[in-house]
């Protein structure tokens, strides 16, 4: 079954390279960065930390788009153009395919994801370096700061995560509304913890519960955000990090499950 | 001999309307089996469910009821997709492959090895005429020449049986040309091949069996030499050295005359006439017989009588049955 799955994700991956959109959004979190870097020469002792807010959540943006973006356009456009036609009636299953395409879109942005890392960490190592010894040391944590990757490892786990919502929806709806429910998907995840202790706001049962049983269908994507603890130098456990990769992965599971099994009984008309 | 497509009851109803939603039957319980080796030409209007059955047998849509088998197994075994090349109607390709890139994807998906696919790819583009233009972006392409590339991927793998779902589609003649000799040597290679066209000529021209589908019903189906055999509308009769006189004594047994040179005519004949008769008449009065031929329909003429007849009474016929129902 493998064998199918990588032609189609080697395919997915040179698509993207060759459509100019991870390019130009590359292009713009690198600008990103060095627009940060420019404001961190702005404010005395906070540069470092400005830089490091600015250059994850640039990343975290970025990749946003990237995974909604070309993650609704992977099986959208196959189906509206026709081009799928092709593909389907080779020896390849409906659940290889999408495994295939989601492969795919992992792997690009998994590459990224690393460009901007990479151009972060450069940022970062001029910093050190220009700065003296009595400044590097006021610093809650070092300049190149290896904490940094833990933070972007859960940034890539989310936007894998906004990829298999983007391609869930996709199987079933039109690029326009999978869009716009991927999104609504993500900023409602985002303030999930506030659903949690929606009762104490509340008086309405009905409106309490419905909070609560939304809270656990609704994938918490704060849980993802480590930004402010890793810009502050606070630690991060290797548990939680962990549990939250593991929590995201069982989401992303389900959701490519789900994603299968609809797509599975489709017809291309 | 297990026939190499097996099409039984097949059915396909679709919603349509916006909030109303009513069914609309695109395919009505069609059957026919088409046996290796076979070139079989499906016909029928636009619209008259060609593309459907396609979609059907490449399990691209699902059948409301009916199965299809091809090759034995189940039309939805991913396994049975090795043996089977498919021609989609109208193509399209991703824009920024080229034609050698798409061949190559679509070979890893065949499990074929990199030496093999470097092999055997330059020389199918050469095949179907786009062997120049093997470099070049599928976007530069031209709609006769997608439709070569489309026909190259059909046959990748070597297939046994391959479906071309309107194959002539945006070729200029010589193209048309060259998939004529195309279909003709994957039949003499013992290959199937089940095509669907509304060009008749092609169809006269290929194959061995037709099936003729109007209104989501198979109206018509088997070898066009028995198909048109019942389709013999009159005689026609060629005969010289007969005297003016002669001819017009033969009155109202005669449908048509045409005078070819002096003495010499053509004669024709209802279907009903009996030729010997006249034939024996004619050649005791001094006339000479020059040919006598039986006056076909041609499959044109099939195609027309039985599509207008039977096509647009299939779906009335539906429209009526889901009315009736609760």
Known sequence: MSVNIKPIAVHVFRESVRDRVPYTLVLFAVLLIAASFLLGQLTAGQDIKIIKDLGLAATSLFGLFIAVFIGIALVSKEVERRSIYGLLTKPVSRAQFIAGKYAGLLVTLAVNVAIMTAALYLVLAYMTWQEPANVRAAWDAPGVDPALLGAVLLIFVELALVTAIALFFSTFSTPMLSAALTLGLWIAGRFNADLRNFDAVVESAPAAWLARVLYHVLPDFSAFDVKLQVVHGLPISAGYLAATVAYGGAYILALLLAATVIFARRDFK | ?326
Not at chain 2, 141 to 160: E, Y
Not at chain 2, 248 to 257: I, K, N, Q
């Open chain 2, 1 to 326: 001999m297990a026939p190499a497509i097996r099409i039984d009851a097949l059915t396909k109803d679709y919603a349509v309307g916006f909030w109303r939603k009513r069914p609309y039957r695109a395919l009505d319980r069609l059957s026919l089996e088409v046996a290796p080796g076979e070139v079989f030409g499906f016909l029928g209007p636009n619209g008259a469910g060609k593309t459907t059955t396609l979609k059907l047998l490449m399990q691209l849509i699902f059948p409301t009821t009916g199965r299809a088998e091809i090759l034995g197994r189940p039309v939805g075994d991913v396994a049975v997709r090795r043996r089977i090349g498919f021609l989609p109607e109208n193509p399209y390709f991703y824009d920024n492959l080229t034609a050698e890139e798409l061949l190559h994807y679509f070979g890893e998906l065949f499990g074929q090895s990199a030496a093999d696919r470097r092999a055997r790819i330059p020389a199918l583009l050469d095949r179907v005429g786009v062997g120049a233009e093997r470099r070049l972006q599928l976007r530069k392409f031209s709609k006769g020449m997608i439709q070569r590339v489309g026909i190259a991927q059909a046959l990748l793998n070597d297939p046994d049986v391959v479906f071309l779902d309107e194959p002539m589609s945006g070729l200029d003649p010589l193209g048309r040309r060259d998939v004529r000799s195309l279909i003709l040597s994957l039949r003499d290679q013992g290959r199937t091949v089940f095509f669907s066209s509304h060009i008749l000529s092609d169809a006269e021209a290929l194959c061995s069996r037709v099936g003729i589908v109007a209104g989501g019903r198979l109206v018509a189906s088997g070898r066009l030499s028995e198909l048109l055999a019942f389709e013999t509308r009159g005689w026609e009769l060629v005969i010289s050295d007969a005297r003016p006189e002669l001819i017009e004594r033969l009155g109202a047994r005669v449908s048509r005359t045409i005078e070819i040179a002096p003495g010499r005519y053509t004669l024709e004949l209802p279907g009903d006439a009996a030729p010997e008769q006249l034939v024996a008449e004619l050649t005791t009065a001094g006339a000479r017989l020059v040919s006598v031929n039986p006056l076909r329909a041609t499959l044109e003429d099939f195609f027309v009588r039985h599509v207008t007849e039977t096509g647009a009474g299939a779906r009335a016929a539906f429209a009526d049955e889901s009315h009736a129902r609760p």
